[in-house]
């Protein structure tokens, strides 16, 4: 296990933020989220970014020409992405496809790939984020405001950088994943997508009458203590890189029937752990575990295609002094039952507990949510130049909310040993003390 953070600088020339509208023309229409988009937690704009090396047989083609045609070609079908976004009765969402298209950004930057490897080994956090995603004023609105932004950024080595910001309320990681497979194709010349965009958000709608039929502690209205706010001041972003060896050598602490837990179990409930004990909170103080479950995998009743945010993430509720003071097996088991209560019915009741509370933020205070993307294929987009070096969240970037939410990445590290990264922010003290008590389980 090993972190890193970096110090390059470097400097970067934009030209105007310009508007892509779709190819052809689209329908000017309303269009409804479903309950589970428009959620408060899912209010605000996420970050993604991808870095790409020079490749000899694409010389001569521009990655900001050929990605912007592609675009524009691609909002022809994906054509609520060039609307605005409307509040209704209830605080309900819902699209204006009105076509005035995504902001788009072309810069250069004097730094070459390599320097960025050199200095981070290309994982969260990224230096200079905010050149490489550039904060047009005024865009970053829920409402009425564009709701994709990208930048593409030309390196010295003719390398290039994908960065991309977008409205998480339109849509999930896999459903943008969705998006830039879309893009991908569309620059190698296709005329549509392989796979075709499915609304149909209504499927994620609240039932007539509502009913909420589970406890959802991960929707409990919280009081603010001292011990569980994290100052936006005093941050300190690392990533943690686990490999093989490293999860197998935490598997062999586990009891026999523990044993056959998936990867995903052990590193949640054991980086959930350190980061409590890391924290110092109060013995009595209550702590949560969110587990983001997706739809897709776990149900087939949503259409492929379906790009709007398809997953819940039931709590596991404990105590920091149970979760600190037991074994890591106590804090597996939390994982595994929450995993678990994730049911069609279990979705059917988030989206009505939205109608019936007004649309809530999931509980921060306290809480541990992990999102993995391994299965998403961020890293596969390949424009032409290759698949991206790096692909994933940009963490600490525009409009990301930092304070508990986690990823779990694929990743190569130096020696090209595959494994998972985990970008993790806490206070520069509780970051000092996660790191030791990573080293103690370590030896």
């Known amino acids: 296990m090993w972190s890193s953070s970096t110090s390059l600088v470097f400097k970067v020339e934009r030209c105007e933020p310009e508007f892509v509208v779709p190819a052809k023309q689209t329908p000017h229409e309303y269009k409804q989220l479903s309950d589970i988009d428009d959620q408060e937690s899912l209010r605000f704009q996420q970050p993604l970014i991808q870095f790409y090396e020079y490749d000899p047989s694409m010389e001569g083609r521009d990655p900001v020409k050929v990605i912007k045609e592609a675009v524009s070609k691609t909002l022809v079908f994906y054509y609520p992405f060039a609307g605005r976004l409307r509040e209704g009765f209830g605080k309900k969402l819902f699209v204006e496809c009105t076509g005035e298209g995504i902001l788009f950004i072309e810069a250069n930057a004097d730094v070459s790939l390599h320097q960025f490897q050199d200095s981070s080994s290309l994982q969260p956090p990224f230096p200079c984020m905010d050149q490489l995603l550039y904060h047009v004023p005024n865009s970053d609105g829920i409402l009425d405001s564009p709701l ?159 790009y709007g945010n398809a997953f819940a993430f039931p709590a596991a509720l404990t105590t920091a002094g149970k979760l600190c003071q037991n074994p890591l097996a106590y804090a597996i088991e ?69 304070d508990f939410v986690n990823f779990f990445i694929p990743f190569n590290n130096r020696e090209g040993e595959k494994g998972i990264l985990v970008p993790i922010c806490l206070p520069s003290l509780a970051m000092k003390r996660f790191v030791i008590e990573l080293d103690a389980n370590r030896s």
């Open 148 to 306: 994709l932004l990208i930048q593409v950024t030309r390196l010295k080595c003719d390398g290039f950088i994908f960065a991309m910001r977008f409205n998480h309320t339109m849509c999930d990681a896999y459903g943008i994943a969705q998006f830039m497979t879309a893009i991908v194709e569309m620059a190698y010349g296709a005329h549509a997508p392989s796979i075709l965009p499915v609304w149909e958000r209504a499927l994620l709608n609240s039932r007539d009458p509502p009913l909420i039929t589970y406890l959802h502690h991960e929707y409990d209205q919280v009081g603010d203590t001292n011990a569980t706010k994290i100052s936006l001041n005093d941050i300190t972003y690392r990533s943690f890189f686990f490999g093989s060896i490293e999860i197998s050598t935490i598997r062999k602490t586990l009891p026999i029937h523990l044993r056959h837990c998936s990867s995903f179990e052990l590193l949640s409930a054991y980086i959930w752990r350190l980061r409590t004990i890391s924290l110092q909170l109060s013995p009595n103080e209550e702590v949560r575990f969110l587990c983001l479950v997706n739809l897709r995998f776990k149900l087939n009743s949503l259409p492929s295609g379906y």
């Open 334 to 402: 939390l994982v595994k039952k929450a995993k678990s209560e994730m049911t069609e019915e279990y979705i059917k009741s988030v989206a009505d507990l939205m109608v019936i509370k007004g649309r809530p933020h999931c509980t921060a205070i306290g809480s541990f949510l992990v999102s993995d993307l391994r299965k998403i294929g961020l890293g596969e987009v390949d424009f032409g130049w290759g698949k991206a070096i790096y692909g994933g969240p940009a963490i600490g970037g525009v409009g990301m909310v930092p």
